[in-house]
């Protein structure tokens, strides 16, 4: 774990305490277990991943849902699970897969304080830009980009499912004394939903380009071996916050690093144009709504 989480998480034995008992992923249906084990074999045929994931029709449809959607803007409409493997591949699947499960274990938890959601649809709406600014700045690996997008803020569920007093303490100062999101963490948690993300990622064996955009992804920069990716989350971040921008609570404060642009190489009189490119994703909100309810 990189030092600042450590640190920061150490210090306060009780937050680590709870954090630690959080140790596996939640168990995912076998379904789910058995198609991953399947994608991680190379010799796995299309027709052995059908038969499995057939088994159950409502995941069926929810990797159909997202298939279909803006996310991967296909000009055909896919209606079959060997449609959607043969056009999208097994590692597209992998990724669908991935996010369906985290959208299983963790739904629910709303209060008046966080809807669960809406924070649901922010973390696609990153995801979605992240996977289309990584394609356009040339990084290789825009699926890694997408799910590094959809958990860069796993971090604030965790919290309020976790710490929930500690997190309406935190709406409500920042509330009072409208402050930056971040600034309030600090100051009644003691870490940040970044530092929380980065390090159950860690405690999970996730990749650490995953971890790492988590961490940094308020602050690239300080991503001093790599900050290509914690800066595509960064931008991805910041004009997904634009829609619902007063109900996102968790992004106040958010300021755009203009530094991630270099990073980038995004010159200085393209950069306008480069962000206002992205903008248009907004207005496929509604069309991303159904893949969370």
Not at 22 to 30: F, G, R, S
Not at 196 to 214: C, D, H, T
Not at 253 to 271: T, Y
């Amino acid at each position: 774990m990189e030092t600042s989480a450590k640190y920061s998480i150490d210090k306060n034995e009780k937050i680590k305490t709870t954090l630690d008992k959080i140790y596996n992923l939640p168990a995912l249906p076998d379904i789910i277990t058995e198609a991953l084990r399947l994608l991680n074999n190379k010799k796995t045929s299309n027709q052995q991943l059908v038969e499995i994931i057939s088994k159950e029709q409502s995941f069926v449809a929810k990797i159909l849902s997202i298939a279909n959607s803006p996310i991967y803007g296909l000009s055909k409409e896919v209606s079959t699970l060997d449609f959607a493997i043969m056009l999208l591949g097994h590692n597209e699947l992998r990724h669908i897969i991935f996010v369906v499960s985290f959208l299983e274990s963790f739904r629910g938890g709303d209060s008046k304080y966080f809807d669960q959601n809406l924070y649901w649809l922010h973390s696609l709406l990153t995801a979605k830009l992240a996977k289309r600014i990584a394609q356009d700045v040339g990084y290789g690996k825009s699926g890694e980009a997408f799910i590094a997008g959809f958990l860069h803020d796993f971090g604030v569920s965790i919290s309020h499912r976790y710490f929930k007093n500690t997190f309406i303490e935190i709406r409500e100062y920042i509330e009072k004394e409208k402050c930056s999101f971040v600034e309030a963490e600090r100051i009644h948690l003691g870490i940040t939903h970044s530092e929380i993300g980065g390090y159950l990622m860690e405690r999970w064996n996730l990749p650490v380009a995953l971890r790492k955009a988590s961490l940094y992804h308020h602050n690239p920069i300080a991503d001093l071996e790599d900050p290509f990716l914690p800066s595509i989350i960064h931008v991805a971040d910041y004009v997904a916050g634009k829609i619902h921008s007063e109900s996102l609570f968790w992004e106040d404060g958010f300021v755009l690093d203009k530094k991630v642009f270099e990073v980038l190489r995004v010159s200085e009189e393209k950069q306008e144009d480069f962000i206002s490119k992205y903008e248009n994703v907004i207005g496929e909100e509604q069309d991303l709504k159904g893949l969370i309810i």
